[in-house]
C-alpha cells in the first residue's frame, strides 16, 4: 500500500543540498508550491554556498548543512529540527550523504525518484516515488515532486533575491557599461573535463569586441587554475577588451554582474543556470554533458552542442542507445568546440535577445 500525500500540506521539507546550478533548476519547483498553497511553510535544507546564493528567497525558510562538517553537522541539525514534522519531504538530492541526512528528519511521508532516476540506493530512503519520467530535463525532474503532489500551475518562475548592495558591487567592479559576461572554468570536480580552452574563449574575446564593441567580464573562483586562465585569455586579448574579475565578487555580486550582462558564455556550470534563472541571454558550451537534460532551461536553442560527437568519438557509440545522462569523460571532448561554434552562436543569441531580455516561455513537460 502506498504512503498517501497531504491532500493539503502545512509544512513541506525540501532536501536539495548542491549545486548552483541544480539549486536553480529547482527554485520553480518551489515557486510552483507556493502558488498551490500559499499558505504553507517551506524549509529548504541547503548547502552552505548555495545558501549564499538563495538567501532571501521569498517564502522560504533555508536551513543550511554544510558538508564538510560530516556527521557532526548532520546531528547539529537534526537538534535544530528536532520539534519539526513535515507534512512531506521532497528528497531530491541523489546521494549518499544526503540520504543519512534525511533519516533524522521528521516526516509523515518521504518522496523520493523513481527507481530509474535514483542514484546511491535513494530509493531505499523513501516511501513514495516519482513515477518515470525518463529523458527528463533536470528542471523536469525537479517540477516532477510538484506534480506528484498534485500542484496544477507548473509554469516556471525564479525570483532569486539579488540585494542592492550586490548591483553597488557589480557597478563599483565592472562598471556602468555594457559588456558580455564569461565564466570560463567550471567546477573542478574529478574527471568533469568540461572546461574549453584559453584560446578559444580568446577568439570569441576579440570577437566581441572588434565587431560588437564589447568588453568581456570574467568571473569565477579564486583557485590558481581559474586566475591563470584568466590571465591567459587576457593576455591573448587586445587591450581594453577584457576586464579580469576571477576571484574578486561575491557569489550576490555574481548574480548582479550576470543580471546586468548583454550576455553569458560558459560551460556547463552554476553561472549558467544562475543567467538562465535572471533571464539573461546565455551560451552554454556542452560537450562532456548532455544539454537537454542539463542545458539552460530558457536558451537551450544556443546551446553549443557537441556532446552528440564527443559521444561517437569518445565513447564509440550511438548517442540515442546511450543510458540518460551519461558524461563523455574524456579530457579532449570540450576541443570539438570551435570558436566559430561559440561565435555564431552568441551572434544569433545577441540578435535575438536586442531588447537584452525574453519573454517568459511556457512551460512544456
Avoid at 518515470?132 to 530535463?137: D, I, K, L, T, V
Wanted: glycine fraction near 8%; charge should be neutral.
Amino acid at each position: 500500500m502506498k504512503h498517501p500525500l497531504p491532500a493539503r500540506p502545512a509544512h513541506i521539507g525540501v532536501l536539495r543540498l548542491s549545486a548552483l546550478g541544480d539549486v536553480c533548476n529547482l527554485v520553480p519547483t518551489v515557486r510552483a508550491l507556493q502558488r498551490q498553497w500559499p499558505e504553507a511553510r517551506i524549509t529548504w535544507i541547503v548547502g552552505k554556498g548555495e545558501y549564499s546564493l538563495l538567501s532571501g528567497l521569498s517564502g522560504v525558510e533555508l536551513v543550511v548543512y554544510d558538508k564538510t562538517s560530516g556527521l557532526s553537522g548532520m546531528r547539529a541539525l537534526w537538534r535544530e529540527l528536532a520539534d519539526t514534522r513535515f507534512d512531506v519531504l521532497l528528497h531530491m538530492q541523489q546521494a549518499l550523504r544526503a540520504s543519512v541526512l534525511s533519516l533524522g528528519l521528521k516526516a509523515d511521508v518521504r518522496v523520493g525518484y523513481d527507481k530509474a532516476r535514483a542514484k546511491d540506493a535513494q530509493h531505499w530512503f523513501t516511501q513514495r516515488q516519482l513515477p518515470a519520467h525518463p529523458r527528463a530535463h533536470v528542471l523536469d525532474s525537479f517540477m516532477d515532486f510538484a506534480r506528484l503532489l498534485g500542484v496544477e500551475d507548473l509554469t516556471p518562475e525564479w525570483g532569486l533575491s539579488i540585494p542592492e548592495t550586490a548591483y553597488q558591487e557589480a557597478v563599483g567592479l565592472a562598471g556602468t557599461g555594457p559588456y558580455v559576461l564569461m565564466s570560463p572554468c567550471a567546477n573542478p570536480r574529478l574527471r568533469n573535463f568540461r572546461n574549453w580552452s584559453a584560446e578559444g574563449y580568446a577568439a570569441v574575446v576579440e570577437h566581441l569586441w572588434v565587431q560588437h564593441g564589447l568588453p568581456t567580464v570574467l568571473t569565477g573562483g579564486g583557485s590558481t587554475e581559474e586566475r591563470e586562465v584568466g590571465q591567459r585569455i587576457a593576455e591573448l586579448s587586445q587591450p581594453g577588451a577584457v576586464i579580469d574579475l576571477i576571484g574578486e565578487s561575491s557569489l550576490k555580486g555574481l548574480l548582479a554582474l550576470i543580471d546586468r550582462a548583454r550576455a553569458v558564455v560558459a560551460p556547463d556550470s552554476g553561472p549558467v543556470h544562475m543567467a538562465n534563472a535572471l533571464n539573461t541571454p546565455v551560451v552554454g558550451l556542452f560537450a562532456t554533458t548532455n544539454p537537454d537534460r542539463a542545458g539552460p532551461w530558457r536558451w537551450r536553442d544556443f546551446v553549443v552542442n557537441r556532446y552528440p560527437d564527443a559521444v561517437r568519438e569518445y565513447l564509440h557509440k550511438d548517442p540515442e542507445t546511450i543510458t540518460w545522462g551519461q558524461r563523455v569523460r574524456h579530457p579532449e571532448a570540450m576541443s570539438l568546440i570551435t570558436a566559430d561554434d561559440v561565435i555564431a552562436s552568441l551572434d544569433a543569441l545577441l540578435a535575438a535577445s536586442a531588447s537584452r531580455k525574453i519573454t517568459e516561455l511556457p512551460y512544456e513537460a
